[in-house]
């Protein structure tokens, strides 16, 4: 039991605090590419969700976004305005729209990630081998463990 002390309730919190500060601040260093189209965290979130799962549905996208459809289209709108994505008809089933990053959604993109890039690379590079290893391995039980 004496191996468990690290679970205790306030370190668990702090843990959550740790991850929210990590997320603000990765996500705070886009922010100037993306004020400058006048875009924001959502925005960005599809984009970064689209440019891993070239040629993702619309419904693919509100489920790995866990949004509602209205949220979406307004961020697709945007995104469209600003010749950043295409969306073009599936070939098996025409209902289906798959969406793609055009030019200027990849270079948005591509600068939008190279300022989140230095922060986490320059994390990982400063962290032994083990502990970048067990860092991803509980992000990942994070992401699919149960509520």
Not at 77 to 84: G, I, Q, T, V
Not at 91 to 99: A, Y
Not at 113 to 142: C, T
């Amino acid at each position: 039991m004496k191996d468990l002390l690290y679970l205790k309730d306030d370190q668990i919190k702090d843990c959550i605090q740790l991850l929210l500060y990590a997320y603000r601040e990765t996500f705070t260093d886009p922010g100037e590419v993306l004020k400058k189209k006048s875009l924001g965290p959502a925005h960005f979130r599809a984009l970064n969700l689209i440019e891993s799962n070239e040629g993702i549905s619309v419904s693919e996208l509100i489920y790995k976004l866990k949004i509602k459809k209205q949220s979406l289209n307004r961020v697709l709108r945007d995104l469209k305005r600003f010749k950043m994505i295409k969306q073009i008809k599936d070939q098996v089933d025409t209902r289906r729209k798959l969406i793609y990053l055009d030019y200027e959604g990849k270079k948005i993109y591509g600068q939008a990630f190279e300022s989140q890039r230095k922060r986490i690379f320059n994390a990982l590079k400063d962290s032994d081998p083990g502990s970048v290893i067990k860092f991803k391995e509980v992000l990942k039980k994070i992401i699919n463990g149960k509520k």
